[in-house]
């Protein structure tokens, strides 16, 4: 999983380093010499797009950001991805697992939501493949029928293991409370990566309003708890 900042330039997308950035062929030959049958690479930077069409194979499951290398915004998708691995909403079918397919989902419905409280046209369109045919699909599903969007069914049978404890308390009360702040933190998060492309009194005013709300959440919290 790559998490940072990518880059498109002369027709070939990359991910950014110190030193030398890495392109989607630097990585396929790291790829190739992994002896196990099946690969996940997620990409979640700008400009990642293209990276489907050059690390596509058998056997593999690529995930992208985006879409393509011109959506050179920085990115919400690795934020809600890996938060997709801890969010009960996440595993759709109930089996203590979070697919890779359920991961890509919750992200991508998290971001379309994060774009749509600010009123921003969105400037990512995550894809995933996992058929080797070098195209994305934006919407995947775990039957791959859809001619238009064939990937998914290998997808949905891959992930990181069971969940676990995701560190709330037991209190019904309690535990509610802290779901609510994690989700204004995880707000604020994503307004913070909006801000370039916000009017800035807009961002401002919203900004403000997430912090109090923030405020006031954990003084409920502090309440609850007796202190």
Avoid at 27 to 48: E, G, I, M, R, W
Avoid at 145 to 172: E, F, I, M, Q, T
């Amino acid at each position: 999983m790559l998490i940072g900042h990518g880059s498109f330039a002369n027709s070939s997308a990359k991910f950014n380093l110190s030193g030398p950035d890495m392109s989607a062929a630097d990585f396929n030959a790291l790829l190739t010499k992994l002896p196990t049958k099946q690969v996940v690479f997620v990409d979640t930077s700008s400009s990642s797009g293209p990276f489907i069409e050059g690390l596509s194979a058998p056997g593999r499951t690529i995930i992208t950001a985006t879409r393509n290398g011109a959506e050179q915004f920085t990115t919400l998708f690795g934020g809600y991805f890996v938060e997709a691995f801890s969010a009960e909403g996440a595993d759709a079918d109930k089996n203590k697992r979070v697919s890779m397919l359920e991961a890509f989902k919750y992200a991508k419905g998290e971001v379309t939501r994060a774009y749509e409280r600010e009123g921003l046209l969105a400037t990512e369109h995550a894809l995933l493949d996992d058929d080797g045919d070098k195209e994305g699909s934006a919407d995947p599903s775990n039957t791959g029928n859809d001619p238009k969007n064939k990937d998914g069914k290998v997808a949905a049978v891959l992930s990181l293991g069971v969940a676990g404890d995701d560190g709330l308390p037991s209190d019904p009360k309690l535990r509610a409370l802290h779901v609510e702040r994690r989700d204004l933190e995880r707000r604020v998060e994503s307004l913070r990566l909006l801000k370039e492309s916000m009017d800035p009194a807009k961002y401002s005013a919203e900004l403000e309003k997430l912090v109090t709300a923030i405020a006031l959440k954990t003084r409920e919290i502090r309440a609850a708890e007796g202190k």
